[in-house]
């Protein structure tokens, strides 16, 4: 295997960071943006993302070899209101845009990078973790311990706005 670098993003990769999350959207094919809908995505992640990488509750790690990116994954940490029974210390943090490309894939380069960032929600002290997984990197998240989420008699719900 070729020597693979794993670092956290800065804001001098927002243009990367971009393209990563629009890679992302549109991997295997499954999901196309339209022209408006791709610069209407640019437009909001050229804010989002400096605003955020400075507040410190996003962060992005990413795998490269002689200076290309190969690999990607994302931290959202949220705080709220604790919840002695679900969220003792008022935070909790999602991982998303976990990306491979696809010549790199099934060489444990996505493992690196979750527990790059399972480690970063430790240092922030969250509660858990979320993620949603896809059937390929299921096995992934399981290895590294996540389980799946059944809340018992809580349903999970969700109001789609737009």
């Known amino acids: 295997m070729q ?6 993003a800065t804001k001098s ?3 990367n960071l971009i393209k990563l999350r629009i890679d992302f959207i549109t991997d295997n094919k499954t999901h196309s943006l339209t022209l408006e ?8 992640l050229r804010e989002y993302y400096p605003k955020h990488l400075d507040y410190g509750d996003f962060i992005a790690v990413l795998a490269e070899i002689d200076g290309k990116i190969i690999a990607t994954a994302f931290l959202i940490i949220f705080e709220k209101p604790v919840n002695p029974r679900t969220f003792i210390t008022g935070k909790t943090a999602l991982i998303i845009n976990v990306l491979t490309y ?17 480690a970063e929600a430790k240092t922030a002290n969250a509660s858990y973790i979320e993620l949603t997984a896809t059937s390929m990197g299921k096995p992934v998240y399981e290895k ?13 719900m969700k109001l789609n706005l737009f």
């Open 13 to 15: 990769d927002i243009e």
């Open 144 to 156: 590294l311990g996540f389980k799946e989420n059944l809340r018992g008699e809580h349903t999970e």
């Open 3 to 8: 020597n693979i670098t794993i670092r956290k």
């Open 37 to 44: 809908e791709e610069n209407q995505t640019i437009e909001q």
């Open 102 to 118: 696809p010549e790199y894939r099934r060489q444990g380069i996505a493992m690196k990078l979750l527990e790059l960032l399972i």
